[in-house]
């Protein structure tokens, strides 16, 4: 399995851009066997997919969050991004990035956004 | 959207009892499901996917089973360390849903 790393800025104001990261090894952000994404779980609460990424570029977002949400990859730096615009306190969460290959994912340990003025 | 219902919320049982979650969803997917346990303070981590294959180096007492829109997670013998919280996810339409969670403690 695909090891994956999240990356992000911890805290944040309200109408800030959170930009997040997720460092995947050089190999498998190439292949065409994986898909990326991002879920997120708020604190003490469920488990919330935000968005999914394939190697043709095709997207697909939560539709909650669509107009705010982009997915993107950087093969050259070997890692996907997550852009969360005007952020509010109900995007405080744990957010994980994860790779998927067929039915099997692989999650990263996950990192802590709070958003707080 | 799928839904995916689960039940129970909260599950008490002692060690050595066999223990059965059930997630049913709003539409038939196939087996394209997923079962994670989910410890506080750590990243899920997958138990079964399509429905009934066991991931690599999960205890053989944790099966699943189930397909179309009804799926069941079974524990056969309970362990202290399966105290935690579960989790269903389908994977076969966007979006991707989860269940709400089955809390799993022990007596």
């Known amino acids: 399995q695909v090891q994956v790393q999240e990356s992000g800025p911890g805290l944040m104001k309200p109408s800030e851009t959170l930009s997040l990261t997720c460092l995947v090894s050089?190999?498998?952000?190439?292949?065409?066997?994986?898909?990326w994404g991002w879920i997120r779980q708020p604190p003490g609460k469920g488990l919330e997919w935000i968005a999914s990424l394939y190697h043709t570029g095709d997207t697909y977002y939560n539709a909650s969050l669509k107009s705010r949400v982009t997915i993107s990859v950087d093969a050259s730096k070997s890692q996907f991004s997550l852009t969360l615009m005007s952020v509010t306190a109900a995007d405080t969460a744990v957010y994980y990035c994860t790779s998927r290959l067929g039915q099997v994912s692989t999650w990263g340990r996950g990192t802590l956004v709070t958003v707080s003025s | 959207d799928v839904q995916l219902t689960q039940s129970p919320s909260f599950l008490s049982a002692s060690v050595g009892d066999r223990v059965t979650v059930t997630c049913r969803a709003s539409q038939g997917i196939n087996t394209y499901l997923a079962w994670y346990q989910q410890k506080p303070g750590k990243a899920p981590k997958l138990l079964i996917y399509?429905?009934?294959t066991l991931q690599s180096g999960v205890p053989s007492r944790f099966s699943g089973s189930g397909s179309g829109t009804e799926f069941t997670l079974t524990i056969s013998s309970l362990q202290p360390e399966d105290s935690a919280t579960y989790y269903c996810q389908q994977l076969n339409y966007y979006p991707l849903t989860f269940g709400q969670g089955t809390r799993l403690d022990i007596k």
């Open positions: 050089a190999d498998a952000i190439n292949s065409n066997r994986y898909n």
């Open positions: 399509s429905a009934s």
